[in-house]
């Protein structure tokens, strides 16, 4: 099975070739800054990042003939994890999306590409709007808040499945607490195959994270809104984008705040091990959520190879259950392991 793997991210688009589940091309093309100010809107770069795709594959030399073309998945409205046909409903919400972002060309490049070959499909898989909270997880103090469901789907299904499968388990019979710990941080209770509760890592709860600022006080926020100090645009990146470590340290790299740390720098030392520490205090309400019967705890994300960290993690959170330390992310090969899953009829494609 030939499977080609596209992941678009805001400055670059990555790309693979997979037979079965073997990697044998991996591409990442950047997107200098100059061609991207080009177009006005995300969903404008189609037809750019499209054809240096297909230029890509082609000046390595291998064909454009595949069996399967998936791509990431994009902010469609919530659904429950799985992989998806791409469909005529999926490619209309993604050109007309209710947010922008690079992740919503996943689905239409790969239908693109798809089309032009002969029985060739399409797919996502978990895209970050998997939503499989229990009701009672939406429930807020606010009727008119309910809480939503935005985390690192993709990752931490692939490696939930991989702990499962290493313990010669079913990943639908387990309670996982999987941490995925990047540029933003999310925490989901796995039970039985379904996120019964997640934070939403991409706007304002859960721990802070390297870029983002994670729950904060409500009243004070409220405040700072209508001081007449800063603008919506300005909260809004507070909150994601300039918040967290870079907002304290005026730094985003977790290795380099660890050697500062290490280095006799106090404020990088209390303000990495604040983050675990909410890392750790997150934990702790996962492991309610499953009832207190948690059978590992899984971490996962760039931040995973930091010695440090994980030390400080385990500290906090090592008597909830064993942890398990999975460094980095495979995005690429976790799309093309659920695509090869369909074509050979372990896992079957869902309809949007």
């Not at 750019?48 to 003939?65: F, H, P, T």
């Not at 046909?85 to 993604?94: G, S, V």
């Not at 994300?301 to 909830?320: H, P, R, S, T």
């Amino acid at each position: 099975m030939r499977i080609l793997v596209i992941n678009p991210g805001s400055t670059s688009t990555k790309i693979a070739i997979f037979e079965d589940l073997k990697q044998i091309w991996k591409n990442n093309i950047h997107h200098e800054t100059e061609d991207l100010k080009k177009f006005d809107s995300v969903s404008k770069q189609f037809d750019y990042r499209k054809e240096l795709i297909v230029s890509e594959i082609q000046k390595a030399g291998e064909a454009i003939d595949f069996n399967a073309v998936i791509g990431r998945g994009g902010l469609l409205h919530p659904l429950e994890g799985g992989v998806y046909n791409i469909n005529e409903k999926m490619r209309q919400e993604l050109m007309h999306p209710l947010r922008e972002h690079a992740c919503n060309l996943g689905a239409l490049i790969a239908y693109e590409i798809s089309a032009g070959i002969p029985n060739c499909r399409a797919f996502i898989a978990d895209p970050v709007v998997v939503d499989e909270l229990d009701d009672v997880a939406r429930i807020t103090g606010i009727p008119e808040i309910q809480r939503i469901s935005i985390f690192h789907a993709l990752n931490q299904k692939a490696i939930a499945r991989r702990y499962a499968a290493e313990h010669g388990k079913k990943y639908e019979e387990l309670n996982l607490i999987v941490a995925h710990l990047g540029g933003g941080v999310s925490v989901g209770a796995h039970h039985n195959g379904r996120v019964i509760d997640v934070n939403n890592a991409l706007d304002g709860e859960g721990p802070m994270s390297p870029e983002r600022a994670g729950s904060i006080p409500a009243g004070q926020l409220v405040e700072m809104c209508f001081e007449g100090k800063y603008s919506k645009a300005e909260i809004k990146k507070m909150l994601c984008g300039k918040g967290g470590m870079v907002a304290h340290l005026n730094s985003n790299n977790a290795q380099a705040i660890d050697e500062a740390a290490r280095n006799g720098d106090e404020k990088a030392s209390a303000i990495a091990k604040a983050m675990m520490y909410q890392v750790a205090k997150y934990i702790g309400s996962m492991h309610a959520a499953l009832c207190c019967k948690t059978e590992a705890v899984l971490v996962t994300g760039g931040i995973a190879y930091n010695e440090y960290f994980m030390n400080v993690l385990k500290e906090y959170a090592g008597g909830i259950a064993p942890i398990f330390i999975y460094p980095g992310e495979d995005e690429l090969g976790a799309l093309a392991e659920n695509a090869y899953n369909v074509l050979t009829g372990i896992f079957e494609a869902k309809e949007y």
